[in-house]
């Protein structure tokens, strides 16, 4: 069984950065698709990145291409988000996910194991 939990959240202000990070258990963190989600109040559960297994493919949101970066240690079972030039609308609770089947994916039904997320909030 994989369990996924999330850290590294906080209160920081615009424009600031934050690392967040996602330790996972079990042999088969390694040969998964991981992602990052998040969800603000009362807005659905929205993609915000992805990593291959191998780490050399990367996806993004729109919303976030060029301020935040996944990235991947599989030696730890650790996952990243690295998030620059935070924005007040960035503020949501953000979950890592593991994909339940191969290849990219964008969609949140298609990831099997979800942490309990960890709130970012971005405000002066």
């Known amino acids: 069984q994989v369990q996924l939990v999330e850290s590294g959240g906080g209160l920081v202000q615009p424009g600031g950065s934050l690392r967040l990070s996602c330790a996972a258990s079990g042999r088969t963190f390694t040969t998964y698709f991981m992602g990052w989600f998040r969800q603000a109040p009362g807005k659905e559960r929205e993609f915000v990145a992805a990593?291959?297994?191998?780490?050399?493919?990367?996806y993004y949101a729109n919303s976030v291409n060029g301020r935040f970066t996944i990235s991947r240690d599989n030696a730890k079972n650790t996952v990243y988000l690295q998030m620059n030039r935070l924005k007040p609308e960035d503020t949501a609770v953000y979950y890592c996910?593991?994909?339940?089947?191969?290849?990219?994916?964008?969609?949140?039904?298609?990831?099997?194991?979800w942490g309990q997320g960890t709130q970012v909030t971005v405000s002066s």
């Open positions: 990593i291959n297994w191998r780490a050399d493919s990367t």
């Open positions: 996910a593991r994909r339940s089947g191969p290849g990219y994916s964008a969609h949140p039904q298609d990831y099997s194991h």
